[in-house]
Protein backbone atom coordinates (compact mmCIF):
# COMPACT_ATOMS: atom_id res chain seq x y z
CA UNK A 1 0.00 0.00 0.00
CA UNK A 2 1.02 3.88 -1.21
CA UNK A 3 2.27 5.79 1.77
CA UNK A 4 0.19 9.02 2.07
CA UNK A 5 2.03 12.02 0.80
CA UNK A 6 0.37 13.95 3.59
CA UNK A 7 1.87 11.77 6.06
CA UNK A 8 5.38 11.30 4.30
CA UNK A 9 5.81 14.94 4.61
CA UNK A 10 3.79 16.30 8.02
CA UNK A 11 6.85 18.03 10.14
CA UNK A 12 8.05 15.59 13.14
CA UNK A 13 9.85 18.24 14.68
CA UNK A 14 9.72 22.35 15.52
CA UNK A 15 12.80 22.45 13.03
CA UNK A 16 10.53 21.01 10.08
CA UNK A 17 7.59 22.66 10.79
CA UNK A 18 6.45 26.59 9.55
CA UNK A 19 5.73 29.21 12.26
CA UNK A 20 4.76 32.24 10.28
CA UNK A 21 5.28 34.41 13.86
CA UNK A 22 8.85 34.35 15.00
CA UNK A 23 7.02 35.13 18.43
CA UNK A 24 4.77 31.98 18.26
CA UNK A 25 7.88 29.91 17.65
CA UNK A 26 9.67 31.43 20.08
CA UNK A 27 6.90 30.10 22.63
CA UNK A 28 6.50 27.05 21.51
CA UNK A 29 10.70 26.77 22.36
CA UNK A 30 9.97 27.66 25.81
CA UNK A 31 7.33 25.02 25.66
CA UNK A 32 9.40 22.30 24.87
CA UNK A 33 12.77 23.63 26.76
CA UNK A 34 10.30 23.34 29.96
CA UNK A 35 8.88 20.06 29.11
CA UNK A 36 5.41 21.46 29.87
CA UNK A 37 3.07 22.79 28.09
CA UNK A 38 -0.40 24.60 29.43
CA UNK A 39 -4.07 23.89 28.08
CA UNK A 40 -4.00 25.07 24.20
CA UNK A 41 -6.92 25.80 21.65
CA UNK A 42 -5.07 26.20 18.76
CA UNK A 43 -7.30 28.14 15.52
CA UNK A 44 -7.37 28.61 12.03
CA UNK A 45 -8.45 27.83 8.78
CA UNK A 46 -8.28 23.71 7.96
CA UNK A 47 -5.29 22.44 6.66
CA UNK A 48 -3.14 24.84 8.54
CA UNK A 49 -1.09 22.79 10.90
CA UNK A 50 -2.79 22.96 14.03
CA UNK A 51 -3.05 19.16 14.63
CA UNK A 52 0.28 18.40 13.13
CA UNK A 53 1.95 21.48 15.67
CA UNK A 54 0.14 19.07 18.19
CA UNK A 55 2.06 15.97 17.20
CA UNK A 56 5.11 17.88 17.01
CA UNK A 57 4.88 19.29 20.47
CA UNK A 58 3.73 15.49 21.36
CA UNK A 59 7.03 14.30 19.47
CA UNK A 60 9.73 17.19 20.96
CA UNK A 61 8.03 16.63 24.48
CA UNK A 62 8.31 12.36 24.15
CA UNK A 63 5.31 11.39 25.12
CA UNK A 64 4.38 8.26 24.85
CA UNK A 65 1.78 6.88 22.79
CA UNK A 66 0.05 5.55 25.62
CA UNK A 67 -0.55 9.07 27.12
CA UNK A 68 -2.30 10.42 24.31
CA UNK A 69 -5.40 10.08 23.47
CA UNK A 70 -7.17 11.61 20.08
CA UNK A 71 -10.81 12.62 19.43
CA UNK A 72 -12.35 14.27 16.47
CA UNK A 73 -15.09 16.01 17.87
CA UNK A 74 -16.73 17.04 13.93
CA UNK A 75 -17.67 12.46 15.00
CA UNK A 76 -17.78 12.29 18.47
CA UNK A 77 -18.76 15.41 20.10
CA UNK A 78 -21.71 14.65 22.88
CA UNK A 79 -21.49 14.84 26.30
CA UNK A 80 -20.72 10.48 26.35
CA UNK A 81 -17.82 10.81 24.83
CA UNK A 82 -17.10 13.43 27.49
CA UNK A 83 -17.86 10.74 29.88
CA UNK A 84 -16.81 7.82 28.67
CA UNK A 85 -13.69 8.39 26.59
CA UNK A 86 -12.23 11.39 27.34
CA UNK A 87 -13.07 11.12 31.56
CA UNK A 88 -12.38 7.12 31.23
CA UNK A 89 -8.73 8.09 29.96
CA UNK A 90 -7.02 11.34 31.93
CA UNK A 91 -8.13 9.40 35.29
CA UNK A 92 -5.55 6.85 34.52
CA UNK A 93 -2.06 7.73 35.97
CA UNK A 94 -0.14 8.77 33.07
CA UNK A 95 3.29 6.58 32.41
CA UNK A 96 4.79 10.38 31.90
CA UNK A 97 4.25 14.27 33.27
CA UNK A 98 0.63 14.00 31.82
CA UNK A 99 -2.05 12.48 29.71
CA UNK A 100 -2.82 14.46 26.62
CA UNK A 101 -6.22 14.57 25.28
CA UNK A 102 -5.90 15.86 21.52
CA UNK A 103 -9.61 16.93 20.62
CA UNK A 104 -9.85 18.09 16.85
CA UNK A 105 -12.59 19.94 15.61
CA UNK A 106 -13.45 21.05 19.05
CA UNK A 107 -16.18 23.48 17.42
CA UNK A 108 -18.32 21.03 16.66
CA UNK A 109 -18.70 19.89 19.88
CA UNK A 110 -22.39 19.86 21.61
CA UNK A 111 -22.52 23.03 24.24
CA UNK A 112 -23.44 20.76 26.62
CA UNK A 113 -19.99 18.45 25.53
CA UNK A 114 -17.92 21.03 25.78
CA UNK A 115 -19.62 22.19 29.31
CA UNK A 116 -19.13 18.61 30.49
CA UNK A 117 -15.09 18.94 29.14
CA UNK A 118 -14.79 22.70 31.26
CA UNK A 119 -15.66 20.23 34.33
CA UNK A 120 -12.70 17.25 33.57
CA UNK A 121 -9.92 19.90 32.57
CA UNK A 122 -10.58 21.10 35.97
CA UNK A 123 -10.60 18.09 37.63
CA UNK A 124 -7.65 16.55 36.44
CA UNK A 125 -5.69 20.09 35.82
CA UNK A 126 -2.54 18.45 37.48
CA UNK A 127 -2.13 15.45 35.95
CA UNK A 128 -3.25 15.95 32.42
CA UNK A 129 -3.62 18.73 29.41
CA UNK A 130 -5.97 19.27 26.62
CA UNK A 131 -5.08 20.53 23.23
CA UNK A 132 -8.06 21.74 21.11
CA UNK A 133 -8.19 22.34 17.72
CA UNK A 134 -10.89 24.44 15.65
CA UNK A 135 -11.97 26.25 12.96
CA UNK A 136 -14.55 28.60 14.16
CA UNK A 137 -13.39 29.63 18.00
CA UNK A 138 -15.87 31.70 18.11
CA UNK A 139 -17.96 28.69 18.58
CA UNK A 140 -16.04 27.48 21.39
CA UNK A 141 -17.49 28.05 24.86
CA UNK A 142 -16.27 31.13 27.35
CA UNK A 143 -14.86 29.27 29.78
CA UNK A 144 -12.81 26.84 27.32
CA UNK A 145 -11.40 30.01 26.48
CA UNK A 146 -10.53 31.16 29.62
CA UNK A 147 -8.89 27.61 30.47
CA UNK A 148 -6.74 27.41 27.51
CA UNK A 149 -3.86 29.56 25.94
CA UNK A 150 -5.12 31.06 22.60
CA UNK A 151 -2.69 30.25 19.56
CA UNK A 152 -4.11 31.27 15.93
CA UNK A 153 -1.87 29.88 12.96
CA UNK A 154 -2.13 32.54 10.32
CA UNK A 155 -3.06 31.02 6.33
CA UNK A 156 -0.01 30.77 4.48
CA UNK A 157 -0.40 32.70 1.18
CA UNK A 158 -0.92 31.12 -2.23
CA UNK A 159 2.19 31.32 -3.44
CA UNK A 160 3.83 29.62 -0.84
CA UNK A 161 1.15 27.54 -0.68
CA UNK A 162 1.63 26.64 -4.68
CA UNK A 163 5.39 26.37 -3.67
CA UNK A 164 5.18 23.61 -0.94
CA UNK A 165 2.47 21.60 -3.02
CA UNK A 166 5.18 21.86 -6.07
CA UNK A 167 8.68 20.82 -4.00
CA UNK A 168 6.22 17.44 -3.26
CA UNK A 169 5.45 16.78 -6.43
CA UNK A 170 9.54 17.29 -7.50
CA UNK A 171 10.47 15.30 -4.37
CA UNK A 172 8.02 12.42 -5.98
CA UNK A 173 9.51 13.02 -9.53
CA UNK A 174 6.09 13.67 -11.08
CA UNK A 175 6.11 15.53 -14.24
CA UNK A 176 3.49 18.35 -13.90
CA UNK A 177 2.12 21.70 -15.77
CA UNK A 178 1.39 25.64 -14.16
CA UNK A 179 -2.23 25.06 -15.47
CA UNK A 180 -3.06 21.74 -13.94
CA UNK A 181 -1.50 22.40 -10.97
CA UNK A 182 -2.63 26.02 -10.09
CA UNK A 183 -6.88 24.18 -10.29
CA UNK A 184 -5.76 22.17 -7.70
CA UNK A 185 -4.36 25.02 -5.54
CA UNK A 186 -7.48 27.28 -6.56
CA UNK A 187 -9.52 24.13 -5.28
CA UNK A 188 -8.16 23.38 -1.91
CA UNK A 189 -6.89 26.81 -0.42
CA UNK A 190 -5.47 27.05 1.96
CA UNK A 191 -5.95 23.45 3.22
CA UNK A 192 -2.62 21.94 2.18
CA UNK A 193 -3.91 18.74 3.66
CA UNK A 194 -6.93 18.03 1.06
CA UNK A 195 -4.76 19.47 -1.74
CA UNK A 196 -1.41 16.88 -0.94
CA UNK A 197 -4.57 14.25 -0.76
CA UNK A 198 -5.95 15.36 -4.35
CA UNK A 199 -2.84 15.54 -6.59
CA UNK A 200 -1.43 12.30 -5.00
CA UNK A 201 -5.02 10.71 -5.93
CA UNK A 202 -4.58 12.21 -9.12
CA UNK A 203 -1.02 11.24 -10.40
CA UNK A 204 -0.77 8.16 -13.07
CA UNK A 205 2.11 7.17 -14.41
CA UNK A 206 4.42 9.79 -13.07
CA UNK A 207 2.50 12.68 -14.27
CA UNK A 208 0.05 14.85 -12.74
CA UNK A 209 -3.69 14.82 -14.70
CA UNK A 210 -6.09 17.21 -15.11
CA UNK A 211 -9.07 16.75 -12.59
CA UNK A 212 -11.35 15.07 -15.10
CA UNK A 213 -8.84 12.62 -16.59
CA UNK A 214 -7.62 11.64 -13.24
CA UNK A 215 -8.97 9.44 -10.44
CA UNK A 216 -12.17 8.09 -11.55
CA UNK A 217 -13.51 7.56 -7.90
CA UNK A 218 -15.29 10.15 -6.84
CA UNK A 219 -13.89 14.03 -7.39
CA UNK A 220 -14.08 16.82 -4.79
CA UNK A 221 -16.83 19.22 -7.04
CA UNK A 222 -14.37 21.99 -5.93
CA UNK A 223 -12.12 20.83 -8.60
CA UNK A 224 -15.00 21.13 -11.22
CA UNK A 225 -16.22 23.94 -9.96
CA UNK A 226 -12.63 25.83 -10.62
CA UNK A 227 -12.65 24.65 -14.09
CA UNK A 228 -16.21 26.25 -14.40
CA UNK A 229 -15.38 29.58 -12.97
CA UNK A 230 -12.24 29.61 -15.00
CA UNK A 231 -14.58 29.10 -18.05
CA UNK A 232 -16.75 31.78 -16.83
CA UNK A 233 -19.64 29.57 -16.42
CA UNK A 234 -20.48 30.52 -13.10
CA UNK A 235 -24.17 29.68 -13.48
CA UNK A 236 -23.16 25.90 -14.44
CA UNK A 237 -21.10 26.07 -11.01
CA UNK A 238 -23.98 27.01 -9.04
CA UNK A 239 -26.14 24.32 -10.51
CA UNK A 240 -22.76 21.94 -9.73
CA UNK A 241 -22.24 23.27 -5.94
CA UNK A 242 -26.01 23.54 -5.20
CA UNK A 243 -26.06 19.81 -6.21
CA UNK A 244 -22.83 18.47 -4.62
CA UNK A 245 -22.29 20.48 -1.24
CA UNK A 246 -23.86 19.38 2.00
CA UNK A 247 -25.53 22.05 4.37
CA UNK A 248 -22.61 22.04 6.38
CA UNK A 249 -20.20 23.24 3.89
CA UNK A 250 -22.01 25.54 2.78
CA UNK A 251 -19.66 28.28 5.13
CA UNK A 252 -16.42 26.70 3.81
CA UNK A 253 -18.30 27.60 0.09
CA UNK A 254 -18.24 31.28 1.17
CA UNK A 255 -15.07 31.22 2.39
CA UNK A 256 -13.70 29.59 -0.79
CA UNK A 257 -15.14 32.14 -2.98
CA UNK A 258 -13.40 34.93 -0.91
CA UNK A 259 -10.33 33.10 -1.34
CA UNK A 260 -10.53 32.61 -4.77
CA UNK A 261 -11.81 36.05 -6.53
CA UNK A 262 -9.61 36.35 -8.90
CA UNK A 263 -11.38 33.57 -10.82
CA UNK A 264 -14.82 35.70 -11.04
CA UNK A 265 -13.50 38.64 -12.20
CA UNK A 266 -9.41 40.30 -12.50
CA UNK A 267 -11.40 44.22 -11.88
CA UNK A 268 -10.20 44.90 -8.56
CA UNK A 269 -13.10 47.14 -8.60
CA UNK A 270 -15.69 43.78 -9.27
CA UNK A 271 -13.76 41.87 -6.67
CA UNK A 272 -14.23 44.49 -4.59
CA UNK A 273 -18.33 44.22 -4.92
CA UNK A 274 -17.87 40.64 -4.99
CA UNK A 275 -16.47 40.64 -1.22
CA UNK A 276 -19.71 41.91 -0.59
CA UNK A 277 -21.85 39.98 -1.94
CA UNK A 278 -19.97 37.21 -0.44
CA UNK A 279 -20.31 38.64 3.10
CA UNK A 280 -23.90 39.65 3.11
CA UNK A 281 -24.35 36.22 1.93
CA UNK A 282 -22.61 35.26 4.82
CA UNK A 283 -24.57 37.02 7.19
CA UNK A 284 -27.24 35.68 5.70
CA UNK A 285 -26.31 32.01 6.19
CA UNK A 286 -27.18 32.93 9.66
CA UNK A 287 -31.21 33.40 9.60
CA UNK A 288 -32.24 31.72 6.30
CA UNK A 289 -34.08 28.62 6.59
CA UNK A 290 -32.43 26.36 3.40
CA UNK A 291 -28.63 27.42 3.16
CA UNK A 292 -28.58 25.88 -0.52
CA UNK A 293 -31.09 28.51 -1.54
CA UNK A 294 -29.32 31.77 -0.15
CA UNK A 295 -25.49 29.83 -1.61
CA UNK A 296 -27.56 29.69 -5.02
CA UNK A 297 -28.84 33.35 -4.50
CA UNK A 298 -24.95 34.77 -3.71
CA UNK A 299 -23.78 32.62 -7.03
CA UNK A 300 -26.04 34.25 -9.25
CA UNK A 301 -25.20 37.68 -8.12
CA UNK A 302 -22.01 37.02 -8.71
CA UNK A 303 -22.39 35.31 -12.19
CA UNK A 304 -24.19 38.84 -12.86
CA UNK A 305 -20.95 41.24 -11.74
CA UNK A 306 -18.78 38.37 -13.60
CA UNK A 307 -20.60 39.42 -16.27
CA UNK A 308 -20.69 42.89 -16.34
CA UNK A 309 -24.19 43.14 -15.28
Given at each position: ???????????????????????????????????????????????????????????????????????????????????????????????????????????????????????????????????????????????????????????????????????????????????????????????????INMIQQNVRDGKLMPPASGDSGQ???????????????????????????????????????????????????SQDKAVLIIKQGLVDHSFVADPE?????????????????
Amino acid sequence: MKELWVEKYRPKTLKEYVVRDEAQRGQIQTWINDKAIPHLLLSGAPGVGKTTLAKVLFAELDVSSYDILEINASRENSVDTVRDKINSFVQIMPFGAYKYVLLDEADYMSPNGQAALRGVMEMYHTSARFILTCNYPNRVIPALHSRCQGFHMETIDKTEFTARVAEILIAEKTEQDIETLDTYVKASYPDLRKCINMIQQNVRDGKLMPPASGDSGQQDYRLQMVELFKAGKINDARKLVCSQARPEECEEIYRWLYDNLEIISKDEDSQDKAVLIIKQGLVDHSFVADPEINLASVMIKLARLSNGQ
